[in-house]
């Protein structure tokens, strides 16, 4: 089946800028995280739904950024009056939601602030 | 929070070698997690082996989840598995989020 798919896969916004990230997770995954990767590191957690709560946010840097899923599915990363410092790549991935499971990647949106 | 560090940072493999990377966790973990990253950029799930023994072709992963420790045995490297490897690991009651480890940078060559 199709897996995690995300959107756009490149984006190059102006510093102040607002941007929108959607991501699309596997068909029938309940859970849904963003993470995000910095040149050289390893991804870092963001936020992660439950359904269409976010059951842990404490991830996310300020209140610059936020993120929804109002359906259950699709889930929108949000990120206000962007800053050269948000340019990262933005990893999406989901899992069926049991309490222990396999988190599923998607190919990421790599956003740049100039 | 829990640290993650995998060992070596970098290695490079003639084709047809076969190598070890490792990944120490300071707390106790309910899922840990391999994945290759490829030169692309995509994640791939390797392994999800919170404790025990499991085998993938090639790709073989131990836990040892009592002494905080992972190990990833790739066998008959081949230049296609050249990228960044990282362990993931997530804590009980640490709401599912994955922590990484730091990455191992592989690379293999003919």
């Known amino acids: 089946g199709a897996g995690v798919s995300q959107t756009p896969s490149n984006k190059v916004t102006e510093k102040g800028k607002y941007v929108e990230l959607r991501c699309d997770p596997i068909s029938g995954h309940t859970a849904l995280y963003w993470y995000r990767q910095s040149l050289g590191q390893g991804p870092e957690f963001l936020i992660y739904f439950q359904g269409t709560g976010a059951a842990d946010d404490s991830g996310l840097p300020n209140d610059r950024f936020f993120a929804v899923r109002p359906e259950g599915s699709v889930s929108t990363l949000k990120i206000q009056r962007t800053e050269r410092g948000d340019s990262a790549v933005y990893l999406c991935a989901s899992s069926l939601g049991t309490s222990v499971d396999t988190q599923y990647f998607g190919p990421g949106t790599r956003l740049t602030v100039l | 929070g829990i640290q993650v560090e995998q060992s070596p940072p970098d290695l490079i493999l003639q084709e047809g070698a076969n190598s070890t990377l490792r990944c120490n966790f300071s707390d106790s973990v309910n899922n840990l997690q391999w994945f290759h990253q490829n030169p692309w950029g995509q994640l791939i799930n390797l392994f999800y082996i919170p404790s025990g023994t499991k085998q993938n072709g090639r790709l073989s992963a131990t836990t040892v989840a009592t002494e905080r420790y992972s190990l990833l045995y790739i066998s008959s490297s081949q230049t296609t598995d050249s990228g960044v490897y990282f362990c993931?690991?997530?804590?009980?009651?640490?709401?599912?989020?994955?922590?990484f480890g730091t990455g191992t940078q592989l690379k293999v060559e003919l």
């Open positions: 993931a690991v997530e804590r009980p009651g640490g709401g599912n989020k994955l922590t």
